[in-house]
């Protein structure tokens, strides 16, 4: 399985934006900061659907102008070869990345995930840089699971 999708990502203007990926985000900041327990308390809060949220949740968060100088956590399923690893540590490093924390899971039919945590310097450009290790041969998925 290769990752043949390429994502590409947008800066749109709010208003430009479905209402419905306006609740999603509203319903995700409230579970961040503890205004909601749970996904159903969100979602009745902002009124989607559970289905809605699930849908959306991984694709649309807010645009901070200060997400240089932050800290990224994000995993990733990558192929069990030689020099895939060393590839993504190249492309952190080119985009001005300082790995804070690293694991990788022992491989399963030849794939492993891999958690990292990366600190983006300033001039450094997080959006490239995920870019960049998504389009590499070998890497199945990428998420961000968190931003500071």
Not at 35 to 49: L, P, R
Not at 127 to 142: F, N, S, T, V
Request: glycine share 8%; no cysteine.
């Amino acid at each position: 399985m290769q990752n043949t999708e390429q994502n590409k990502y947008y800066v749109v203007r709010e208003r430009a934006i479905p209402e419905v990926l306006q609740r999603v985000v509203e319903a995700k900041r409230m579970l961040d900061q503890g205004k909601a327990a749970t996904v159903q308390e969100a979602v009745d809060a902002t009124g989607i659907s559970r289905s809605s949220f699930y849908k959306y949740k991984d694709d649309i968060f807010p645009f901070h102008d200060e997400t240089k100088g932050k800290n990224i956590t994000f995993i990733m399923q990558m192929n069990d070869e030689p020099g895939l690893l060393s590839n993504v540590l190249q492309a952190i490093a080119f985009f001005q990345g300082n790995i804070l924390t690293i694991h990788q899971s022992i491989p399963i039919n030849g794939v492993a995930s891999l958690t990292l945590s990366v600190h983006i310097l300033t001039g450094g450009d997080a959006e490239a840089m995920m870019g960049r290790i998504e389009q590499m041969e070998g890497i199945h998925y990428l998420k961000i699971l968190g931003r500071e």
